[in-house]
């Protein structure tokens, strides 16, 4: 593992590290804020998954997070979308291949051999983190769009492994809109049972863990009624009795102004739920 960025800000450090990631077989980024407190001890952490087009660095530079994240004594752990590198699958526009891994063990050729997030995000990188940081197994999820998807389904599908959850606009369905269809139907196949795995508002209806989950929504959101369909989450939870948060923010959009206004709230939720347990 080598550590290729290293910043001081808000009392602690926020760096960026590469290193061979077994589950995807590729080197991978990550970027790690440690707050002050870590100086004297392990802190809990929130884990942050981004968008499609994105990396490590989207959440780090643009969101304000670390303020926050230095208030409550919180580390912040973001990877990068998928695996990349030469030899690594690629496709033509945003939405598919290296940079929207969409969180998914992929089963179908040529995607199988590297695009393994779900098997990185729940098993490799935390463990790595645990090991060499100042950190402890007290973990936290959260997202935007592609990443909301992803905290949302691996938070439901790891019941005990998360103490709290949260999303921006994510999408909810991916098994029903067109991101979702394009890349599920190119890493797993046509097997709908396969899509299931990885859509919350299928997960929802069965999950063992009551996780309180909040939502926030622009409700200027240029991909709000085409991609991200939040009412089809809140309509599953609420049949299954599920807790939902889900918040319509007026005026806000898909960006990371939206993300940058909410984010302390969004911190202070987990970091509430941290201190519980």
């Not at 994105?54 to 409550?72: L, S, V």
């Not at 496709?91 to 179908?108: I, S, W």
């Not at 939902?244 to 939206?258: A, E, I, N, V």
């Not at 940058?260 to 941290?274: K, P, Q, R, Y």
């Amino acid at each position: 593992m080598e550590r290729i960025e290293h910043r001081a800000c808000f009392g602690g450090w926020q760096d960026v590290y590469a290193h061979a990631s077994s589950a995807l077989g590729c080197t991978m980024r990550f970027a790690i804020y440690l707050p002050p407190q870590a100086a004297d001890g392990p802190v809990p952490a929130l884990y942050w998954l981004s968008g499609l087009t994105c990396n490590e660095q989207n959440f780090i530079t643009k969101a304000g997070a670390q303020r926050y994240a230095a208030e409550h004594g919180i580390a912040l752990v973001c990877p990068d979308t998928s695996p990349r590198g030469e030899g690594v699958a690629d496709a033509e526009g945003y939405d598919l291949g290296q940079g929207a891994g969409f969180y998914v063990n992929a089963t179908r050729a040529p995607w199988a051999a590297h695009y393994r997030m779900y098997d990185y995000v729940v098993d490799e990188l935390p463990a790595l983190v645990e090991a060499h940081f100042p950190v402890t197994d007290a973990r936290a999820i959260s997202g935007h769009s592609m990443g909301g998807h992803g905290a949302l389904v691996l938070a439901l599908r790891n019941p005990g492994r998360y103490r709290s959850v949260s999303a921006f606009s994510p999408i909810v369905a991916p098994s029903r809109v067109p991101w979702g269809q394009k890349a599920f139907a190119a890493y797993l196949g046509e097997d709908r049972d396969a899509w299931d795995a990885y859509d919350a508002t299928v997960l929802v209806a069965s999950a063992s863990e009551r996780l309180s989950i909040l939502v926030d929504q622009g409700d200027a959101d240029e991909f709000l009624a085409g991609q991200l369909q939040p009412w089809r989450l809140q309509a599953a939870a609420d049949a299954a009795g599920h807790p939902l948060t889900l918040r319509m923010q007026p005026g806000y959009d898909h960006s990371y102004y939206f993300i940058a206004s909410f984010i302390g709230e969004h911190i202070a939720h987990h970091a509430a739920a941290l201190r519980r347990a």
